[in-house]
C-alpha cells in the first residue's frame, strides 16, 4: 500500500490562467525516494507546497498512511501533517543557534529531551561541533544539513526537499549528494525531491515522475525512463537525444540513417529517439571500409572530460554523437558515423 | 574578513558623530561650573526618584506602544484587512502632532469636565486617564507607537515567507509560529524602535507637564524656566546623557548575533495575505478605536475650538506653512545625508569606532530639546557666527537632533541591501565613489526617501530649536501654534494646527507609498 | 532646485545683512500682545524692529549663552526674574534716570538696568459657579484650610508662581513659606503647566481655584466668550497681592542703544501704557494712565514693599519646591 497518494490533484493560481498542476495522479512507496522532475514552470514546487498544506488544490485529494490530507471538505494545516520539508534556501531560523533550529519541532519532549534528540541529529549529518554557531556563521553544505536534520528530527512520515542541492557549489553537490542519501536511506525515510536537474534526479532517487505543464509525463525508475523514454519531451530532458522519423516493421525502422533496431515494437510512421551514445564517429581513413557506415561532417565539437559531444552533420540532419574526446575531429572534418544502440519508438507523432 | 574604511567616509562620519555629541559636551562645558551646591543637590533623594519614576515611564510607554503597534504592523503588512494602505496611513498621522497640542487635546477631552467625560460616563463607558502615570502612559504612547509600527512594517515586508513555513512544516500553529519566529525575526525592528520611542519619552517634557507626571525632565525644564540655572540644569542633563549609554549598549544586547539577511539565492516569494475571516471586524475596530484617539480626537477638538473661537483674527497660515515645509524638507535632507556614512560604516566596516560613531548619533536624544538647542546656539555663537541667526543654523539643528531617525532608517535598508551589488559595481571599474553615487545610493533610495519623510513629520512639528535658531521672523506653523496655546487661545491655534497636521499627513503617505515598491534585495 | 537654493540664500543673507537703523528685539511677551506695538513704534520712529518670540527663561538662557556676542539690542521679558538673571550676570547696560522714574521704584531695577513696562497682579481666580466671592479668604495664607482639598490648582514650574513663592519666602520667612507649601500640597492641589492651563481647568469645573496672574482670565474670555471664572484680590500687602512686571532691559554690547532707549521711551509712553490696559489687562506703571474698567487700581491692589529684582535669585525657591515635594 503506498505511503502517499496524489489523486488527480489540480491547482490554478489565477481563475483564466492555465493551471499550474493538472489532474496529477501519484503514489509514493514507503521507503521511497521519488523525484519530481521537470523545468522551471511545470508544477513540481507547486505538488511540493501541496504535500506540505502550503497550497490548497482546487481539486483531487492527498492522503499520508491512509489519513486524507487534503481533499473535498478537509484540509489538514501543515502543521499537523508530519510532512517535513526543506526549503531551497533552507530558512533556517537566523535568531536561533543551529542545535535550537534543530530542536524547534520538538515541543512534544522536554526540552533536555529535544537538546538531546537535536545533537544526535546533528551526529547523523557529522555536525559535531557546530551546535551552539549561528546559521549565518555556516556555510552552505552545512547549512543544507541543519536543514535536514531540522525537517528530520520530529521523525516526520514523509520528507519533502525542494531543490535541495541547487545552493551547493558543483564539486560538493555530487559528494553531498551520496552522503545524504545514505543518511536518509539508513533512517528508510520516505523522500519527495524536487528538482530541475536531471543528472541529481537519476543519481539520487528511486524513481522519477517527469513533469510538464503541470501534468505527468512519465513515471519510472531512472534506468526505465532514460532508456525507454515515452515523449521526446523526457527524451529531451534526460540526457538529450536526437530525433528521427522513420517508418516501423516491428523490431526495426527505416530511416535517413539505414535501417536502425528499435526497443520494442514500431509500426507505420514513427518518431524515434536515438542517444547521443549510441553513436559511434569514426575518422573517415579510406583504408578502413566499415558496412553500413554513412558519412558526416563534424559541424562543432564539446570537450566534456570523460567523453566529448559533437555535433555533426549527416544525411540533411543534425545530429549529437557522444564520442571519445582523444577522436582529433575539429569543425569540417570528415567522418564516417556509425548506430551502435537501439532506437525508441515515441508515442509523439513524427510530425 | 576586516576592511579598512576609506578616509573620506571616515572623515564625514567623524564630523556627524561629532556633531551629534554637541549637545553632551556642551552639557560638560556647563557642568564644569557647577559647585558643591548643585553637585549636592543632584546627588540628593530626590533625583533617584525622579529617574527611576522617568525610567519607569519610558520603559511603559515603550513596551505598550510596541504591543500595540505589533498587531497593527500585522494587519497591514501580512492580513486582507480592507484598506490596508489606507490604515497604514492614517495610523502613522500621530507622529506629526507636537505633544504640546496632544496633551492639551486630551484634557480637553477626557479631562475632568472636558467635552467627552460627560457622554462616556452617561453611557457607563470608561474615560481614558488623562493625569499623572496612566495619562502620560497613554498621551506618549498614542504619540509614539507610529515609531515602532513603521520599523516592524518594514521588518514584516523584508521576512522570508519560508521561515513561517518550515516553522508550520515542524508542526506550529499559526499563532505558534508567529510567537516563535515571526516576533523574534522582528528583534532588529524592535530594538531600533524602542530606541526612538524610549529615548523620546526620557527627552518629552510637553505630555509629561500637561499632564502633571514629574519626569526628570521637567526637572531640567523648571532649572531654565523657574531658576535661570543652566549649571544645575546641565548636570541633570548629563545624568540623561548617561542614562542613554546605558540604554544603548542595551539596545546592542537586544539586537543578538544573529543575520538577519535572507540567506536565499534569487527572489523572495511574495506571501500570501492572511484571511482574516471571523478576525476582520475585531481587526477592525481595533484600527478604527486607534485611528479614532490618535486623529479623530484631536482633528475634532482642533475643530471644536477653531469653530468655537471668537476672535477669527488668525494669522495667516501660508507663510508659515511654507517656512514649515521648506525647513523641515531641508533638515530632513540634512540628516539623511548625515546618517549616510554614519549607517554605512557601521554596516560595512563593523569595528569599535565605527559602531560607536553610529551609536554616538544617539548621544543627545535623550535631551529635552531646549538643550539641544542652547548647544547650538554655543556652538554657533563661538564657532559659526557666519551662520548664527540664518535658515543654515536652523537645519543644523534639526540634523542633530533627528539625525538618529535617518541612521535607524538608512541602517537597517543598508542591512538588507545584497552586498555583491557595489562589488559588481567595483569590478566594473567604478571607484568608491563612483560605486557609492551610482550603485549604493540608488538601491538605497526607498530608504533614505522613509528616513526622510520621517525626518520631515518630526521637525515639522518642533519648536524650542525652531524659536531660539530660525532666522527673526521665520514663523513655521509650529511656532504658530505654540504662540496661540502659550496664551490660550486655543481658537486661533486651530487652524495652524490642522494645516499641520494635513501636511504632515502628504508626508504619511509618501512614507508609505514607498515601501514595498522597489525594495533592494 | 535652483529655486530653492536661490530661497535659502536670500533667507541666509536677508538676516545678516541688517539696516543700520534696525533694532533686534528679544520679546518673551507673545507676537500677538506686542507685536502691535512694535508696528506703532516703527510707524512714529521710522526705526524698524525685528522680534524673536519665545519663552522668556528660554530667550534669558540663549542671552546668557551669546554673550557679548549676541544680536540683540533689547530684551523684553514677561517678568522680573528673566531681567534680574541677565542684571546679575552683567549683560544689561543701565537705563536713563528720565525714563526709570517714570515708574515706581517697586517695579524697576534699583541699579537702574531695567524697567518695568506693566504689571501682573497674583490673584485667585476662581469657579463663580462652585465658590461665593465670600467665601474666599483674604490672605493667600488660608488657602492651606483643609475645606480647600481637592479644590485647588496651581502650577508650580512656573515663572510667575516662583517668584510669588520667592516673595512669599522674603516676606513672611522661610519657615511661613514653607509651612503655607506644605499646608497647600496637604490639600492635594492639581498641577498645571501654566496660568492658561489653570483657566481652561476653572472653566471645565475641574477645579474650585487656582493661583494664577490676573490677565489669564480676560484672555480666556476674549477666546471662549463668557466662562464662570472670576479674578480675587486678596487683601493688600498680602504676598498673595504681589505685583510683578514685565519689563524692558537693553542689552550692553548694542551698538544701537539710542534706537533702544527710544523703544525703551515709547513703550512708557502714555499710548503704549494704555495699550497694554486695553488689550492685555495689564496694569500701566506710568502714572496718569488709568488701568482697564475691568481692574481695580493698582494703588488698590496694594503690592508688597519688595524689591522685585530680588525675585530673580530663585534657586532657594526651587529648593524649598523641590524639598517640600512640590517640584
Not at chain 1, 532517487?205 to 505527468?216: C, F, I
Not at chain 2, 533627528?402 to 557595489?422: D, E, I, M, Y
Amino acid at each position: 500500500m503506498p505511503l502517499l497518494t496524489l489523486d488527480t490533484v489540480s491547482l490554478r493560481y489565477t481563475s483564466t490562467g492555465t493551471p499550474a498542476v493538472d489532474g496529477l495522479s501519484l503514489a509514493v512507496e514507503p521507503g521511497e525516494v521519488v523525484a519530481l522532475l521537470g523545468p522551471s514552470g511545470c508544477g513540481k514546487t507547486t505538488t511540493l507546497r501541496m504535500v506540505a498544506g502550503f497550497e490548497r488544490p482546487d481539486a483531487g485529494s492527498v492522503t499520508l498512511e491512509g489519513r486524507v490530507l487534503v481533499g473535498p471538505g478537509t484540509f489538514v494545516p501543515p502543521e499537523q501533517r508530519s510532512v517535513g520539508m526543506v526549503f531551497q534556501d533552507y530558512a533556517l531560523f537566523p535568531h536561533l543557534s543551529v542545535v535550537d533550529n534543530v530542536a524547534f519541532g520538538l515541543g512534544a519532549l522536554s526540552r533536555a529531551e529535544a537538546q538531546a534528540r537535536a545533537r544526535s541529529m546533528l551526529k547523523l549529518f557529522g555536525l559535531e561541533g557546530f551546535e551552539s554557531r549561528m546559521p549565518h556563521a555556516l556555510s552552505g553544505g552545512q547549512q543544507q544539513r541543519v536543514a535536514l536534520a531540522r525537517a528530520l528530527a520530529p521523525g516526520p512520515r514523509v520528507l519533502l526537499l525542494d531543490e535541495p542541492f541547487s545552493s551547493l557549489d558543483s564539486a560538493l553537490r555530487a559528494s553531498t549528494r551520496v552522503e545524504v542519501r545514505r543518511v536518509l536511506k539508513s533512517l528508510g525515510a520516505t523522500v519527495m525531491l524536487v528538482t530541475h536537474d536531471q543528472t541529481e534526479a537519476m543519481a539520487f532517487a528511486d524513481r522519477l515522475v517527469v513533469m510538464r505543464a503541470g501534468k505527468v509525463e512519465q513515471v519510472g525508475t531512472p534506468e526505465a525512463v532514460y532508456s525507454t523514454p515515452r515523449t521526446a519531451f523526457v527524451a529531451y530532458f534526460l540526457g538529450g537525444t536526437n530525433l528521427l522519423p522513420g517508418v516501423g516493421f516491428g523490431n526495426g525502422a527505416r530511416t535517413v540513417l539505414g535501417i536502425l533496431p528499435v526497443a520494442g515494437q514500431a509500426k507505420g510512421n514513427v518518431l524515434l529517439s536515438l542517444r547521443p551514445e549510441s553513436l559511434r564517429l569514426v575518422p573517415d581513413t579510406d583504408s578502413v571500409a566499415v558496412g553500413g557506415a554513412l558519412r558526416a561532417e563534424v559541424l562543432a565539437r564539446e570537450f566534456q572530460g570523460p567523453s566529448a559531444e559533437y555535433t555533426v552533420a549527416c544525411g540533411g540532419l543534425e545530429l549529437t554523437v557522444r564520442g571519445a574526446p582523444e577522436l582529433a575531429l575539429g569543425p569540417g572534418a570528415r567522418a564516417r558515423l556509425e548506430v551502435v544502440g537501439r532506437a525508441v519508438v515515441l508515442e509523439d507523432s513524427p510530425e | 574578513m576586516k576592511r579598512r574604511a576609506p578616509g573620506w567616509l571616515l572623515a564625514s562620519g567623524g564630523l556627524m558623530a561629532a556633531l551629534a555629541l554637541l549637545p553632551a559636551v556642551y552639557l560638560g562645558v556647563r557642568a564644569s561650573e557647577a559647585d558643591a551646591d548643585a553637585w549636592g543637590m543632584l546627588l540628593r533623594d530626590r533625583t533617584w526618584g525622579l529617574l527611576w519614576r522617568t525610567l519607569g515611564l519610558a520603559a511603559a510607554v515603550t513596551g505598550c506602544a510596541a504591543a500595540l503597534a505589533l498587531p497593527l504592523a500585522w494587519l497591514t503588512t501580512r492580513s486582507d484587512l480592507p484598506g490596508r494602505r489606507v490604515w497604514a496611513v492614517l495610523l502613522c498621522v500621530p507622529l506629526a502632532l507636537p505633544t504640546f497640542v496632544s496633551g492639551y487635546v486630551l484634557l480637553a477631552a477626557f479631562g475632568t469636565g472636558g467635552a467627552l467625560e460627560e457622554p462616556l460616563t452617561r453611557w457607563g463607558l470608561p474615560v481614558p486617564p488623562v493625569y499623572g502615570f496612566p495619562g502620560a502612559l497613554l498621551a506618549l504612547t498614542v504619540s509614539t507607537y507610529p515609531y515602532f509600527l513603521l520599523a516592524l512594517r518594514a521588518g514584516l515586508q523584508a521576512q522570508d515567507p519560508a521561515w513561517l513555513e518550515g516553522a508550520r512544516s515542524l508542526g506550529l500553529t499559526p499563532a505558534r509560529a508567529f510567537w516563535r519566529v515571526t516576533v523574534p525575526l522582528l528583534r532588529p525592528a524592535f530594538a531600533s524602535g524602542a530606541l526612538l520611542v524610549g529615548l523620546y519619552v526620557l527627552s518629552d517634557f510637553g505630555a509629561v507637564a500637561l499632564l502633571q507626571y514629574d519626569a526628570f525632565s521637567r526637572a531640567i525644564y523648571v532649572q531654565y524656566e523657574g531658576a535661570f540655572d543652566r549649571t544645575y540644569a546641565a548636570l541633570l542633563g548629563l545624568a540623561l546623557v548617561v542614562v542613554t549609554v546605558g540604554v544603548l549598549v542595551l539596545e546592542v544586547r537586544l539586537r543578538g548575533r544573529a543575520g538577519y539577511f535572507r540567506s536565499a539565492k534569487g527572489a523572495a516569494r511574495a506571501a500570501a495575505p492572511v484571511r482574516l475571516g471571523r478576525w476582520r471586524v475585531p481587526a477592525l475596530l481595533l484600527c478604527g478605536a486607534v485611528v479614532a484617539l490618535g486623529v479623530g480626537l484631536p482633528v475634532g477638538v482642533l475643530l471644536y475650538w477653531g469653530v468655537q473661537g471668537l476672535s477669527g483674527a488668525e494669522g495667516p497660515v501660508l507663510g508659515p506653512a511654507l517656512n514649515s515645509v521648506l525647513a523641515s524638507a531641508l533638515g530632513a535632507s540634512a540628516a539623511v545625508l548625515g546618517a549616510l556614512p554614519l549607517a554605512f560604516l557601521a554596516v560595512r566596516y563593523p569595528g569599535r569606532l565605527t559602531v560607536a560613531m553610529e551609536r554616538a548619533a544617539y548621544g543627545g536624544y535623550a535631551l529635552p530639546p531646549i538643550v539641544l538647542a542652547l548647544s547650538l546656539v554655543f556652538l554657533g555663537v563661538q564657532a559659526l557666527p557666519f551662520l548664527y541667526g540664518t535658515l543654515a543654523m536652523l537645519v543644523l539643528a534639526y540634523l542633530v537632533r533627528f539625525l538618529p531617525q535617518a541612521v535607524g532608517t538608512v541602517r537597517s535598508t543598508l542591512l538588507q541591501l545584497n552586498p555583491h551589488l557595489p562589488e559588481a559595481a567595483a569590478s566594473l571599474g567604478q571607484a568608491p565613489s563612483g560605486v557609492f553615487r551610482r550603485v549604493t545610493v540608488p538601491l538605497l533610495r526607498p530608504g533614505l526617501l522613509a528616513g526622510a519623510a520621517l525626518v520631515f513629520l518630526t521637525a515639522m512639528k518642533e519648536l524650542p530649536a525652531t524659536l531660539l535658531l530660525a532666522p527673526i521672523g521665520f514663523d513655521t506653523l509650529a511656532t504658530r501654534v505654540w504662540s496661540a496655546t502659550a496664551e490660550g487661545r486655543f481658537a486661533e491655534a486651530a487652524l495652524p494646527a490642522l494645516v499641520l497636521l494635513a501636511v504632515s499627513g502628504l508626508g504619511v503617505g509618501l512614507l508609505v507609498s514607498q515601501e514595498g515598491g522597489s525594495a533592494p534585495s | 532646485m535652483t529655486r530653492l537654493l536661490s530661497l535659502f540664500l536670500s533667507l541666509t543673507l536677508s538676516s545678516t545683512a541688517l539696516a543700520a537703523e534696525t533694532l533686534t528685539v528679544y520679546s518673551g511677551r507673545n507676537e500677538k500682545l506686542v507685536g502691535p506695538l512694535f508696528k506703532k513704534f516703527t510707524e512714529k520712529t521710522g526705526i524698524q524692529v525685528k522680534v524673536r518670540y519665545g519663552e522668556t527663561p528660554q530667550l534669558a538662557a540663549t542671552l546668557l549663552e551669546e554673550g557679548a556676542k549676541t544680536p540683540a539690542d533689547v530684551f523684553f521679558a514677561q517678568d522680573a526674574g528673566g531681567l534680574g538673571a541677565l542684571a546679575n550676570a552683567g549683560r544689561l547696560q543701565a537705563l536713563p534716570k528720565e525714563l526709570l522714574d517714570k515708574v515706581d521704584v517697586r517695579f524697576r531695577s534699583p541699579q537702574g538696568l531695567w524697567v518695568g513696562t506693566s504689571g501682573r497682579a497674583r490673584v485667585v481666580a476662581y469657579n463663580t459657579k462652585k465658590v461665593k466671592a465670600e467665601e474666599l479668604p483674604k490672605s493667600i495664607l488660608g488657602f492651606t484650610d483643609p475645606k480647600w482639598k481637592g479644590r485647588l490648582g496651581w502650577a508650580p514650574t512656573n515663572a510667575s508662581f516662583q517668584a510669588f513663592v520667592t516673595a512669599l519666602r522674603l516676606l513672611k520667612g522661610e519657615e511661613a513659606a514653607t509651612q503655607w507649601l506644605k499646608g497647600i500640597k496637604a490639600n492635594n492641589p492639581r498641577v498645571y503647566k501654566n496660568n492658561a492651563a489653570i483657566i481652561e481647568a476653572l472653566a471645565r469645573g475641574e477645579i474650585d481655584a487656582g493661583f494664577v496672574n490676573h490677565y489669564y482670565l480676560f484672555a480666556a474670555k476674549k477666546d471662549k466668550g463668557e466662562i464662570p471664572v472670576a479674578n480675587h484680590f486678596v487683601e493688600a500687602g498680602d504676598p498673595g497681592a504681589l505685583v510683578n512686571v514685565a519689563g524692558v532691559g537693553i542689552l550692553k554690547e548694542s551698538k544701537k542703544a539710542d534706537a533702544a532707549r527710544k523703544l525703551v521711551a515709547y513703550l512708557l509712553e502714555p499710548e503704549a501704557q494704555a495699550y497694554f490696559s486695553q488689550e492685555t489687562y495689564e496694569f500701566p506703571l506710568v502714572s496718569g494712565v488709568k488701568p482697564s474698567a475691568a481692574l481695580p487700581e493698582l494703588v488698590k491692589v496694594g503690592s508688597p514693599q519688595l524689591d522685585l529684582s530680588k525675585l530673580d535669585d530663585l534657586r532657594g525657591t526651587v529648593k524649598l519646591l523641590q524639598d517640600t515635594g512640590v517640584l
